[in-house]
């Protein structure tokens, strides 16, 4: 049984920083796309970043040259780089991964057989 766990979440101010982490458990093999989704209140689970085994990441334009995405493979964690964060970012953040496929065009949820519980990011003025 596949397990995410999320942390990192918290409470900073605009233009603050945070890391989000994934701890994933209960898989072998290491061709997973992993990525970051987020939903605010009243709105969609939408994708912030994915990265492939190989490294390859995509991003969504509203946070492209802020959110950095990384992999440690061998530790089996998913991270979050956040930085110059705005009120906008404020959401539950998640940590989903797919299963022998790439992260590419998998923007909807529907392709991630994976979740972790969430993990609150809220940025203040």
């Known amino acids: 049984q596949v397990q995410l766990v999320e942390s990192g979440g918290g409470s900073v101010q605009t233009g603050g920083s945070l890391r989000l982490s994934c701890a994933a458990s209960g898989y072998s093999n290491r061709n997973y796309c992993m990525a970051w989704f987020r939903q605010a209140p009243g709105n969609e689970r939408v994708r912030v970043a994915g990265?492939?085994?190989?490294?390859?990441?995509t991003y969504t334009n509203s946070v492209k040259g802020r959110f950095t995405i990384s992999r440690d493979n061998a530790k089996k964690t998913l991270y979050l780089e956040m930085n110059s964060l705005k009120v906008e970012d404020t959401a539950m953040y998640y940590c989903?991964?797919?299963?022998?496929?790439?992260?590419?065009?998998?923007?909807?949820?529907?392709?991630?057989?994976?979740w972790g519980q969430g993990t609150q990011v809220t940025v203040s003025s």
């Open positions: 990265i492939d085994t190989d490294g390859t990441t």
């Open positions: 989903a991964a797919r299963p022998y496929g790439t992260c590419g065009n998998a923007y909807s949820r529907d392709y991630y057989a994976y």
